[in-house]
Structure formats: structure tokens, C-alpha cells
């Protein structure tokens, strides 16, 4: 089949993804990454062709749900609005999600150590464990547009915390390296990793799901992850 007459996938993928789920070149096109090699396996396993489509965070539903995109993936149904009226994909991996504070500070074990922190998050993401935190003013949420800034702004005391997860975190500290940084998971269990899919589109739905599966099931998931896994010795 010609390149000209595959089906194109509309996949966002932007900044929102802190590296290495998206590294992005000096132009702003997406190079490499997790989000570019399991887009690539999928598109060349299912026999489409692929666009990026650079969206920030707050705008992934809305275009899934319109008919605008097809596929999002790094998501989990906790962490979206209306879960229910998008399609999803089979797990992809698990990820543990981290506190990050100075060395200096007093380690964090529970929700009440955090009462009064300014906490560093992710603009247009959702946080259902620290949402009632957050309702209730008991801490402050301080979004940023990326994992670095968020960082930088920790090593100038501006936050108290950061919240961010294990693979980013890692990565980002194999590549910038804070040594007076220290990490305490977050309290609950890691968390499911999925791609979200355009529900209006069914056919194509039925066959992302069974390429993704496949592609988790013969280890090429679990293949990429390794490219991107530092040694983890914060």
C-alpha cells in the first residue's frame, strides 16, 4: 500500500508529556521519546500512517471527544473528567508517583504532611489523590507548564514540594541531576498506564486496542520503556 493512501492516526502528543514519554528537537517536532516509538510500532503494526497533533494537556479530551484526535496516550481514567465517554486502551505499563522535596526537609509519609505545602503540579492535569487537599485550601497547587520548571522553582524555595512521577523524575535527574533533592512516594499504589481513543471512531477503537495488546503482550512495550530507564540513585 502506498505511504499517500494509509489511514492516518491522529496522535496528541505535545510538551505536556515531560521527557522521556516526548522529546521534542530545536524546531519543535517530536524526535524521540516513549510517546514516538510506541507510536511508531503501533502505526507500522496496524498499517497507518501517523500526525502529531502538539495539544497542551487541557485540551486532550475535548479533542478526543469531537472527533478532532484519535488517540492520546500516558493517561489513566482517574485522571480525566469524563472517563466514561472515552475508549480505552489495555494497560500499557505502571507508574509510581513521587514526592519530591529538598534534602533538608522533613520526609512525607501521609496526606497531613503536606498540610500547608506549596505543592508543585503539572497544568491540566488531575490529581484525584490530593483533590481534597486541594479543595479544602489545606495546601496550595502551584501548576507549571513542565517537570523542569517545576524543579527549579523547588531548588529556589518558591515550592515546598513537587509532584511528578517515577520514569520522568528519574530521567530528568540522569540528565540535570539535583543531588539535594529526595523522593518519597505517594501513598497510594501505582498507577495504570493507558491510551485514551476517539469513541467515535469504533472500528479503528477495536483495532488499537488488539495492535496494543499485542504490542504489550510480545514485550515491545516493556522493550521501549528500557531504552529510557535510568539508574535510579536519588
Known amino acids: 500500500m502506498a505511504a499517500d493512501r494509509l489511514v492516518p492516526l491522529r496522535a496528541i502528543v505535545s510538551e505536556s508529556n515531560a521527557p522521556p514519554y516526548a522529546l521534542f528537537d530545536d524546531r519543535g517536532f517530536l524526535s524521540a521519546g516513549i510517546s514516538k516509538d510506541l507510536l511508531d510500532a503501533l502505526v507500522k503494526r496496524s498499517g497507518l500512517s501517523l500526525t502529531h497533533l502538539p495539544l497542551p494537556r487541557g485540551r486532550v479530551e475535548s479533542w478526543l471527544l469531537q472527533d478532532e484526535a484519535d488517540i492520546a496516550c500516558f493517561l489513566n481514567p482517574d485522571w480525566v ?11 500499557l505499563f505502571s507508574t509510581q508517583q513521587l514526592l519530591v ?44 507548564n513542565s517537570l523542569h520548571s517545576n524543579l527549579i522553582r523547588l531548588e529556589q524555595q518558591r515550592l515546598d514540594v513537587v509532584l511528578t512521577v517515577d520514569l520522568a523524575y528519574y530521567y530528568h535527574q540522569q ?52 531504552r529510557y530507564q535510568p539508574a535510579k540513585n536519588q
Open 81 to 91: 473528567e469524563n472517563p466514561e465517554q472515552l475508549s480505552w486502551s489495555p494497560k
Open 175 to 226: 540528565k540535570f541531576g539535583h543531588a539535594e533533592f529526595r523522593t518519597d512516594p505517594l501513598w497510594t499504589e501505582p498507577d495504570g498506564v493507558y491510551c485514551a481513543f476517539n469513541p467515535h471512531q469504533p472500528a479503528l477503537v477495536e483495532q488499537l486496542q488488539q495492535t496494543l495488546h499485542q504490542l504489550v503482550q510480545d514485550g515491545t512495550v516493556a522493550a521501549i520503556l528500557q
Open 101 to 144: 522535596r529538598r534534602s533538608n526537609t522533613p520526609g512525607i509519609q501521609q496526606m497531613t504532611d503536606l498540610f500547608g505545602k506549596r505543592i508543585g503540579t503539572d497544568r491540566g492535569f488531575n490529581y484525584p489523590e490530593l483533590e481534597l487537599l486541594f479543595s479544602q485550601q489545606l495546601a496550595i497547587r502551584d501548576d507549571a
